[in-house]
């Protein structure tokens, strides 16, 4: 089965440095995703990515986020200034369409900000 | 607002035994979707159901779907040891696509 794939699996950054995680989705997908999970959390969602904008983001996803489908595979989401509050898995999503199709997760991406 | 909640929060088994978690939520949803998540590990998708089907099957997975009472329930029959993991249900309710998951029921079966 196709899968989406997440590098690296384990980042440790500074505070205050900016990160890149990056997400190759499968390849016939046209809806992107970012979540996160803080460790023992829910998964929060973080945005969603059309047509090479933004469709939907939370309030989690402020000034500090972005996200960029530079090439037409790759996916990233860049975090500009981290903070320890940032510190969590973040997964990669995406989707065939929206209305009745599954969402493939990627194995994620464990950031640690010290 | 929470949408998704899963009851119980824990639930211990025997190699076996069937397990049922159940997931609430408070707004009208597209469909609603089981995922499995093995610790410190991605999201496997289980099993997805619309808001006008009413149970699935997918394997030793059944899911049932009540509109009405806003809840969901996932039922894994013949539990085996691998069935140990988180399980997290999440609905889908906007125009994106966007997952709004549960706090998620933490299942540990034991041989």
């Known amino acids: 089965e196709p899968e989406v794939t997440q590098t690296p699996s384990h980042q440790v950054t500074q505070m205050g440095q900016e990160v890149i995680l990056r997400c190759v989705p499968i390849s016939n997908h046209l809806y992107f995703y970012w979540y996160r999970q803080i460790l023992g959390q829910k998964v929060e969602f973080l945005v969603s990515?059309?047509?090479?904008?933004?469709?939907?983001k939370s309030e989690i996803f402020d000034d500090q986020f972005s996200v960029e489908r530079p090439d037409g595979s790759n996916f990233t989401l860049k975090i500009r200034s981290t903070k320890l509050e940032d510190s969590a898995m973040y997964f990669c999503?995406?989707?065939?369409?929206?209305?009745?199709?599954?969402?493939?997760f990627g194995q994620g991406t464990r950031l640690t900000v010290v | 607002s929470q949408q998704g909640e899963e009851d119980p929060q824990a639930l211990s088994i025997q190699e076996g035994e069937n397990a049922t978690m159940n997931c609430s939520y408070k707004t009208s949803i597209n469909n609603l979707q089981w995922y499995r998540q093995n610790s410190g590990r991605g999201l496997v998708h289980l099993i997805l159901?619309?808001?006008?089907?009413r149970e699935k099957h997918s394997g030793r997975l059944r899911v049932t779907l009540d509109t009405s009472k806003k809840s969901s329930s996932l039922l894994i029959t013949a539990s085996r040891a691998a069935d140990t993991a988180s399980y997290f249900c999440?609905?889908?309710?906007?125009?994106?696509?966007?997952?709004?998951f549960g706090a998620g029921t933490q299942v540990v079966v034991t041989p």
């Open positions: 159901i619309r808001s006008n089907e």
């Open positions: 999503a995406s989707s065939e369409a929206i209305q009745g199709m599954k969402a493939f």
């Open positions: 990515f059309y047509n090479n904008e933004i469709s939907e």
């Open positions: 999440a609905t889908s309710t906007d125009s994106w696509g966007k997952l709004q």
